[in-house]
Structures are given as C-alpha cells and as structure tokens.
C-alpha cells in the first residue's frame, strides 16, 4: 500500500468520496494554486537574505533592465514547476478513524494522525478556492509542528463532513462506552443520540461590526509594525521624495533656511500626521481584511470562530483545549473602553512557529466591551473575575533596579558626550533621563498579580494593560528564583510554565511567594486534572 502508483492515486471526483474508502487519493488540480502561494510567501519570508545579492546588482539592473526582467521570469518560472510537481506528488487517505498524507519533493513527508489525537481542525478559504467552492483542511494535534496534517484543494461539502467525522470520533472502548451511557430507570441503556445532536448545536456568542474592526485597527499596534519596519529605509525614503518634490519646483533646504521655526515645526507635523494616517488606513484594512464578516460561535464544549475577507477561516477550539485567558488593552483601547480577548490553546508555540498561520491559530475576538470579554471568558473559565481583581503590586525594588541597571548608566554615558560635545545640551540628557525614569515607574504601577483557589492573575504594560488569568490546574511547571541582589531584601520571582508558554511575576515578597508555589503544587497533584 506503501507504493503509490499513477492508478492507484487517481484524483477523486466530489461525489466518489468517502471518509472510510482506505485509498489513496490525489487532491484536485486547483492546490496548484496553494502550493503556488505557499512558495512565494516562503520567498517573501526570505527576501532579506537575498538583498545583498540586489544592492551588488543594482548598478547592472538599472542600465540593463531586461536582467530584471529575465530574474522575474526565472522566479515565476521555478515557483510554477515546483508548484505543479508538488501537486503531483501530494497523497491523501482516509482509512480506520486515520488521516494520511504523503508530500515533499526533495525532503519526503508522511504524516499518520489518528483522528482521536486531533486537538483542532480549521477549514480555510482562500479567494482562489471560493470560487469554485473548495477549501483547505488544517488538523492540530497539539504536538510537533512536523506532526501536523493539511489537505488541500477539498470539495467543501466533504471538507464539512469530515470535519463533523472527526469532531464525532470517539476510539473503540467498551469501558469508556459503558462509563459514558446513560440509563432508565429498569437499567437499561438509553438512547444518547439527542445528547450529542444537543452538544453539536451552535449559538452565536459574538459578531463583529465594521465598526468595531475600524476601530480595532486604529487601536492596534500594527501602526508601530509598519514603522519599525521601514526604519532601516528612513534615508532612501526621505531623498525619494525630496528628489520628486525638487522636481515640482519644491526645495526643502531653502525652506528649512529660510522659513521660521514655527512654520517649520508645522511643516514637521502636517507631514507626521500625515504618515500616521496612512498608517491607520493601512491597519484598518488589515483588521477589515482578517476579520471580516466575524462570528464566534459556541456549542457544548468548543468555540468555533469564522472570518476572513480574502481567505475565510473557521477555527474550532474545545474548551478544554484553551490554557489562557488575556485581556490585552492599548492606550486607544483604554481610553474607548475596548478589549482584545485572546485566548491561548496548546499549540501557541507552534503558532509562532509558523508565523504564516499565527493570525489563525488563536483565537482572537478584537474590540468587545468589558461585559463581552467576561461573558466569553466565563464558558471557558467559570467564576474566573478577572475583571474585577484587586491586584497586588510588586516591590518598588523593580524601580531601584531598572533604574541602576539601565538608566544611569544610559544618562552617565550621555552625560559624558554632552560635556565633550557642545552639540547635546545638558536639558536633553535631563529629558531622556526624565522619560527613561518616568517609563519605568508607569511599568511597576502596572505590574500586578493576585491568586484564589482556582486561578493565578497577572497584569502588566505600560501605556496600555494586560490582564491574563491562568488556571492552577494546567500549569505543568512552576519555578521560584532569586538573584543575589533579590535574597538580601526578601524577594523571589516565580515563572509560570503552561502548554501555551511561560508568565512571569516578578520580585514579589518572599514569604507570600513561597505560599503560591505550595498551593500551586498542592493544587495540581491533589486534583491531578488533564492540561487538555
């Protein structure tokens, strides 16, 4: 069965296939166009590795435009081979409660995952496959990221069938078949058919307004991205657009020479806010383009969230699934009285992993208010409150050490300059010194935690807040250190360790630390409950 042959995997038509045919099968002409997108995205992921190539070019591609040209045509060219040889390579099959996938050119793959380790199956729509009405399928195991299955280039309809095969299975087992029947009065088994019907029905839980994604990229911080990124590209950027204003008959260094400082500081501020509105258009396409037409919906036991403008997804997470809750505000969403839920499953570090599909991965509900967040959260984590905590600051001895740790030295160093450099005034050491010590202090006032018999809270930022609530019976790991520094005055740090990844509270009074880290021990080996 091992050995495929051109026969034995002929595509399958839509109404030929079956969840249980234990054939192998190939997926229909249209993946052609995923590996497509997944080869040039690999080739964006990798383009800076390929600048110096261009920089040492540039002279020859400007007086030669046709190499350019030739360069592109090659690129296009091996992405289409590869594509259509990836496509002929790409196997299926479905057989005994397991989905197999045979893949890889050059590097051969051959996933087996059982549908009872499925943690999480997600069906996505690209542009491309809504045309005809097919989508692709991504099942999560919550292990390695080299152990995660896709099919590609399904039938949607059968997409959906086998998404409800999966999320139905349950392995052969008399004794949990027994354990999980119900009986009458007589004793006799009942019929439990209206109980899984019951725990498949949806309710629509949220939706989100354009509004609300509107106001979800002006809020987010997908400005300050866009920014950082093109800060390497701050000096071509400016003589680019100096060199077309000069071409209008617009010289700026006249301006600067001759203009006063007020019209010139004007000049400076049109043109930031300027840069920062195409920004926050940019964002809110961004947002509008992810989260468009967004529902999140709930049955029995999971969370099942749709969206997408270009590309539709559908995320399905079981309750039992999600190790965190966080509630993450910036400035703007303070201030609008909004929210960004997250909710954090088992996969999150394979998430990061995979940065292409880290958007979808999570499972995000932008811009709810503060009654919405805590009406979603509570299905998941039952009387969690983290709305209402009364947090427990850390020790000032956060401020002292940031202080000596880095702003000293940075205001000795500029100190040191501004003496040997007529050019830095003294009133701008003092500034940055000021700046340094007042973003520290609004950190420590920002730090916080606080326990109770079922949940550690922490919150932390800056100008913004994040709040997050961890169950004490997911927690696997927890470790108590101290520097040399924090043991003369009494002080410990605890790191947190779930299956979505480490939360750190730090310098926290000794005493009442060590009386967290044995509740949280006692905790989890009294009740001894699944991570998942």
Known sequence: MDNITQSSAKQQPMSDIDVDDNSWHRVSPLAILYFIEKLFLGLLNNIFYMLPMFIVLWDEIKANPWIAAGIIGLIITLITIFAIWSFFVFRYRLSDGTV??????????????????IQNVKIEQP?????????SMAFDSGGSLNQEARLIALPLAFAKELQQEINAFKPA???TDVENTSFDEDGNPTNSQSANSNASVETVENTRSIGDLVLHGITSNRIYIILAAAAPFVNDIFEFFGDKLEG??????SHIDNDPMWQISIYAISLFLLVIGIMTILSIIGAIIMFYGYTLSRTEDKYIRRSGLITKHEVSVPFSRIQIAIMKQDFL??????????LDQLNAQIANANVSQSGTNKLIVPSVFAYECRDIIAHVFPEHGLHEVAFKAISTRFIIRYISFFVVPITGILSYIAYHNEGLSAWVVLVISGLLTAIVYGRWCRWGYQYNDAYIYIRKGLLGRDRYCLPITKIQRITYSQSLFMRKNKLVSLKIYLASGSYTIPMIDEDHAKRVYNYVLYKVESEAKAWM
């Open 127 to 135: 542009f491309y496959y809504r045309l005809f009405d097919y989508s």
């Open 173 to 175: 087992n008399p004794m």
């Open 100 to 117: 197999e996938v045979k893949s890889g050119i050059f590097a051969k793959k051959h996933v087996n995952l059982p549908f009872n380790r």
């Open 333 to 342: 969403d303070i201030l609008f009285g909004r929210i960004n839920l997250r």
């Open 248 to 253: 209008f008959g617009v010289d700026i260094q």
